[in-house]
């Protein structure tokens, strides 16, 4: 059993406000969630603050919690302007209040007489913790508590460039005793995750909706990530991209494997570099992973196979990892527009126009053409427009000629219109003679080109079909089971709903 109990108890929530009154809201709801709370006593504005958030936890004697106390100084990257004295006062008004665990930087620690702060009344069980805010450093192959007893646990916080740094720390978590493992950054992000199930003692994660890239809320990583329930046995699979803060597919296919209770979990990997990534998946066990920018095109030449779709098409978004360990590519872009367009168009025999010619274009082109339709390509760059008009044998448009052409349908592939550039259309509405407008773009999920469409009375098809169509095609592909479409679908429009609404609205 890990130190600070077993289960949710493991999931430490962070609870970091200016002002008493808002972290003893923060605790309240850390609470519902979970019996752990870090109390980031350096946060508070001013010591009037701290005194009267720490009158307000004594007088609850919230007895079935276990808090831990850090009020920690500048020097060690914290928010605490005074000296080691007062920190040392702080944290022994926490005790008083009911707190049974500080955290103690090794900048305090080597000030102290003997290097122990044991006889200082400070809370009874203390976690020392290092933090290197800029790179992950040469690191032993396990780190115990010292035998001496000076502390009870050890916590690395540690700055992941690449995900090869945040391996090196789950190995360390592996191998040691009472040790916390924190992989800083968006590379460390699915280690962070994975750190209870390699042996850490805690997983921290912010009360609050996370703020900076590489947290993950405390309601992600109970809810979406159960970062607590991982093990050995657990199914991982995940996303790669640059940027991919911002990726639904977690939240996609998390929701189906709970949706289905598979024990499987979904990641987003940053990943700069395609080698960092692939050297980590052995480590990892990753049994899949879904391909976004830059990496469509690149990885193919990591592949031992791959669907011959996908290699004319020229990009791969799906991966399966073999028994092996070798991959094999494929393609569900394509799919995801056929499945986003049929429901509205029959295919075969159809006329449709690209407007656009990199990735997304060539899965359109290629689905549409083997589907049956007559594809043609407008694209700024006429060459681009030209190379995949005659790889799917289809036809090039100059822009004049949109003004006059009819189609049954006109896709936009390229960014314009995305958010946040919400308000422009790629193209104007006096080049929209079709019956169906799709727009591969789902934020927002109406964009112009589609309010556009509407306003001329032309069906409208939002981006957010075509992701769907395609990840529900992964998720069979990995799991070799029916997807909960409706969970799913739920799940990713509420979450586009409601970042819509907490951005400002377009003109
Ligand atoms: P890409 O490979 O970079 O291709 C973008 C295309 O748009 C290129 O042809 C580019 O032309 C053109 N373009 C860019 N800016 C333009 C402008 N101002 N005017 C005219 N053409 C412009 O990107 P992609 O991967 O194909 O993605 C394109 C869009 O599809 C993105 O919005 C993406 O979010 C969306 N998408 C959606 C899904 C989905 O599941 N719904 C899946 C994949 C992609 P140049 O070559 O001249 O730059």
């Not at 007062?86 to 955290?103: F, S, V």
């Not at 900076?212 to 050995?232: I, N, T």
């Not at 289905?260 to 050297?279: E, G, K, T």
Request: hydrophobic letters at 45%.
């Amino acid at each position: 059993m890990s130190l600070f109990g077993n289960g949710l108890r493991r999931i430490c929530a962070v609870a970091a406000a200016g002002t008493a009154a808002e972290m003893s809201k923060l605790v309240r709801v850390a609470l519902r969630q979970t019996s752990t709370v870090e109390l980031r006593l350096d946060w508070l504005a001013s010591d009037a603050e701290r005194a009267r958030f720490l009158r307000w936890l004594g007088k609850r004697r919230l007895r079935n919690a276990t808090f831990l106390a850090t009020c920690r100084r500048r020097e060690g990257g914290g928010k605490f302007a005074g000296g080691v004295d007062r920190q040392l006062y702080w944290l022994t008004q926490a005790r008083e209040a009911g707190c049974q665990w500080c955290d103690l930087e090794v900048e305090t620690l080597r000030k102290l007489p003997g290097q122990s702060v044991r006889e200082y009344p400070v809370p009874p069980r203390i976690l020392l913790s290092v933090h290197d805010f800029e790179r992950t450093p040469d690191l032993p192959s396990r780190m115990d508590p010292p035998a001496h007893g000076a502390v009870d646990a050890v916590k690395i916080a540690a700055e992941a460039r690449t995900i090869q740094d945040s391996v090196r720390l789950l190995r360390l978590a592996r191998n040691s005793r009472n040790f916390v493992a924190v992989p800083m950054g968006e590379a460390g992000l699915p280690a962070r995750i994975l750190a209870l199930r390699e042996g850490s003692a805690l997983a921290y994660a912010p009360v609050a909706a996370a703020t900076a890239p590489g947290q993950v809320s405390l309601d992600e990583m109970k809810h979406l990530y159960r970062a607590h329930a991982l093990s050995r046995r657990t199914r991982v699979y995940g996303v790669i991209g640059d940027p991919i803060g911002h990726s639904l597919s977690p939240l996609l296919h998390n929701t189906g494997y709970l949706a289905r209770r598979l024990d499987a979990v979904f990641l987003p990997f940053l990943v700069r570099q395609l080698a960092d990534f692939l050297s980590a998946v052995p480590e990892f066990g990753i049994r899949g992973f879904s391909v976004t920018l830059p990496h469509k095109q690149t990885i193919l030449k990591h592949l031992r196979e791959c669907e011959p779709l996908a290699a004319d098409i020229g990009a791969v978004n799906t991966v399966v990892v073999r028994r092996d360990g070798s991959l094999y590519g494929c393609n569900t872009d394509y799919l995801g527009v056929l499945r986003a367009l049929e429901k509205k168009l029959p295919i075969k025999g159809s006329r449709a126009l690209l407007f656009g010619a990199g990735g997304a274009a060539r899965a359109a082109a290629f689905a549409l053409s083997r589907a049956g339709a007559n594809v043609a390509i407008c694209a700024r760059r006429e060459k681009a427009a030209k190379e995949l008009a005659r790889a799917v044998g289809g036809e090039v448009l100059p822009r004049r000629a949109l003004r006059t052409e009819s189609f049954d349908a006109i896709l936009n592939a390229t960014p314009v219109g995305m958010h946040p550039h919400g308000g422009i259309s790629p193209l104007a509405s006096g080049e929209l003679h079709c019956r169906i407008v799709m727009d591969l773009i789902y934020r927002p999920q109406r964009t112009q080109l589609l309010k556009l469409a509407a306003q001329k009375g032309i069906a409208a098809v939002s981006g957010v079909e075509m992701f769907l169509a395609q990840g529900f095609a992964q998720w069979r592909i990995w799991t070799q089971k029916r997807p909960p479409e409706a969970s799913m679908r739920r799940a990713v429009l509420a979450a586009l709903r409601a970042e819509e609404n907490s951005r400002p609205r377009y003109p």
